[in-house]
């Protein structure tokens, strides 16, 4: 039945279930596609990517597995082979709205913001023409692209989504990050809630909410909701730094031993995520005076 088949395929079961009964034909690029697909759905990032990768070895003109293996790049946070990925894959002639929105945000990452903006021009051009939600889709996905560089084009990009669809998870996610870093962290949090009653299984949203709630002093409930998001992804380097960052900000409000913030952020840095944002994290002040924090 439907709820049995969505459970089994979240947890991965139906993926080896598959696999088990047909496996793979190692020299068919498009097992390899799909298979990477499914795993991506479940949230396997690095098993898709290799499987993205053994597709292009079968075939390396296979444009929509660099488009895919890119975005999963950007996801994990390796900007560089996203943008590699991303221009392979234009140059063996994708040219539509997602590729050119994905390279938009990997040169935005990168500090390149002409080429970015270039980039976000030329999706805009591509999406003119197509279904509302993928230009629905390129509005949210500007919006955090640029939120810190052009503050203002983010917050209309967010209001057009949520013109749309006043419950878009990623558009009320979105607007309240704009609100926390203006400073207003009690108005950014029902934004939150909001977007985690519409996607229960937002891990952004969860994350940014289990922080703000430390940063409110709401520490336990802090301290529950990060520790949902480790549960759901132990292996992701942005949950453990948003968890050393709870930690942290219990640690210091309570005087408490520090070693579990720095055991996690430690844990975050092995996965390749935070060590540039660390060193002026005011979230990570409360284990800045402990002597483990230089190592």
Excluded at 18 to 43: E, H, I, S, T, V
Excluded at 270 to 275: A, K, L, P, V
Aim: hydrophobic residues 40%; neutral net charge; aromatic residues 10%.
């Amino acid at each position: 039945d439907e709820k049995n088949f969505e459970e089994k395929f979240a947890n991965g079961y139906l993926v080896g279930e598959l696999l088990g009964k047909f496996g793979l034909q190692p020299d068919f690029a498009w097992g390899y596609f799909n298979r990477g697909f499914a795993l991506a759905l479940c949230g396997k990032r690095a098993e898709a990517v290799a499987d993205y990768t053994s597709a292009l070895r079968c075939d390396p003109d296979f444009h929509a597995a660099l488009l895919n293996r890119g975005m999963l790049n950007l996801e994990a946070g390796d900007t560089t082979a996203a943008l590699a990925d991303f221009q392979q894959a234009l140059a063996k002639g994708r040219d539509d709205a997602a590729l050119h929105s994905g390279r938009g945000v990997a040169l935005e990452l990168l500090k390149r913001p002409e080429e970015a903006d270039a980039a976000f021009a030329i999706a805009w051009t591509r999406a003119a023409d197509g279904p509302r939600d993928g230009r629905r889709r390129l509005r949210w996905v500007y919006g955090f692209a640029v939120a810190a560089r052009l503050p203002t084009a983010a917050r209309t990009a967010f209001r057009e989504v949520l013109a749309e669809d006043a419950n878009h998870p990623q558009a009320l996610y979105g607007w309240g990050m704009l609100l926390e870093k203006e400073g207003k962290s009690a108005e950014a949090l029902p934004y939150y809630d909001r977007a985690l009653a519409a996607a229960p299984g937002f891990p952004e949203a969860r994350r940014y909410r289990a922080v703000l709630l430390a940063r409110l002093g709401q520490y336990q409930k802090a301290s529950d909701e990060v520790q949902q998001c480790l549960e759901s992804e132990k292996n992701s380097g942005a949950t453990l730094y948003a968890a050393a960052c709870v930690a942290a900000l219990s640690a210091k409000a309570n005087n408490r031993q520090t070693s579990r913030a720095l055991l996690l952020l430690r844990q975050a840095f092995d996965r390749g995520y935070g060590r540039d944002k660390a060193a002026g994290d005011a979230d990570l002040d409360g284990v800045r005076d402990d002597p483990d924090f230089p190592k």
